[in-house]
């Protein structure tokens, strides 16, 4: 592991050239929560700044059994035959196995998990929300300066984490099964507000006619939502990933998109909005990062969560307790 900052400029050749070893240690520095590693890691990628901002960045979910693994390995597939680079990252808090689950998911990108133009990395094992994301936006950040003009952001957790892959990508796309009136009843309202698309899989043999009635369902229901952007009415398309059919669409939707914002400024004023709140994710992590690992301060919590809830301890007095011991 690097410690040293004279190494960052050896750290930076190396990303800028392409080195994909050096790429997989700088993203490691990025993850690690030591002290040292952190300074490091924050010079590193304010060196590489310059040389990030040019990717398309897209993020993708979808409920389990959707086919997200697949439609990533056909689209990540077919984006490096053109001649791109393709970065596959994943926002997973909820995992505590090393690497999260898109390390068994490789099995389903099989593809991609053997392409020379392709770098698929996990999530951190584990942590909070805002931890985790804040490090796949700086790992995002990396695969960009490494050359990388496409990042897709898989989100494998649930809850908040379609929020913050959302908040870090420029393109939301949401993944939906053939399933009618079910399927869009159990599909979270706020999640179908964040989609940029919506795309029906598993559009093939008997699931043709499903997927299209599926599709005109969301269509009506995005056509009573007030779009996110003036620039961008969301579409609602069908594709098989597993054959390949329609995923050149899905593709030619995302450009469009690009090109649409860019072309009104959206695109360059969203992501000014991306990282400021990126800022302040990464200042909330590390001001409540002791309350997970300062052993003192981990053993005093119970008591006075207790105090609290039996009335004998002000909410207020416990949060000047708590700071005083953080020293904030």
Request: some cysteine.
């Amino acid at each position: 592991m690097v410690t040293q900052a004279s190494d960052v400029a050896r750290l930076a050749d190396g990303i800028r050239a392409g080195d994909r070893t050096v790429l997989s240690r700088a993203i490691t520095l990025v993850e690690s929560k030591r002290a040292d590693h952190r300074s490091t890691a924050a010079a590193l990628t304010q060196k590489l700044l310059a040389a990030t901002g040019h990717a398309v960045r897209v993020g993708i979910t979808g409920s389990p059994g959707v086919g997200k693994s697949t439609t990533i390995d056909a689209l990540g597939s077919m984006l490096t035959r053109q001649g791109h680079k393709v970065a596959v990252l994943a926002v997973d808090p909820s995992s505590r196995r090393t690497g999260g689950s898109i390390l068994a998911d490789k099995t389903r990108m099989a593809r991609l998990a053997t392409d020379p133009n392709a770098f698929i990395r996990p999530s951190p094992s584990s942590g909070s929300l805002g931890g985790v994301a804040a490090k796949t936006r700086e790992t995002m950040l990396l695969c960009e300066a490494a050359g990388h003009d496409v990042i897709l952001v898989e989100t494998i957790g649930v809850g908040q984490s379609e929020i913050a892959v959302a908040d870090m990508t420029d393109f939301f796309l949401v993944l939906v099964l053939p399933g009618g009136g079910d399927e869009l009843q159990g599909l979270k309202k706020g999640v179908v507000e964040l989609a940029d698309m919506i795309a029906v899989n598993k559009a093939d043999g008997d699931n043709l006619g499903r997927a299209k009635l599926t599709a005109a369902e969301y269509g009506a229901a995005l056509h009573i939502l007030a779009p996110a952007s003036p620039n961008w009415s969301p579409p609602v398309v069908t594709y098989s990933a597993l054959a390949g059919d329609g995923v050149t669409t899905l593709w030619t939707h995302i450009l469009d998109h690009q090109q649409r914002l860019s072309a009104s400024g959206e695109l360059t004023a969203r992501r000014g909005a991306q990282q400021v709140k990126w800022m302040w994710a990464m200042l909330e992590e590390r001001l409540f990062a002791p309350l997970r690992t300062d052993r003192a301060l981990k053993a005093a919590l119970p008591k006075i969560e207790a105090d609290v809830a039996a009335g004998r301890l002000a909410p207020a007095s416990a949060v000047e307790k708590i700071a005083a011991m953080l020293e904030v």
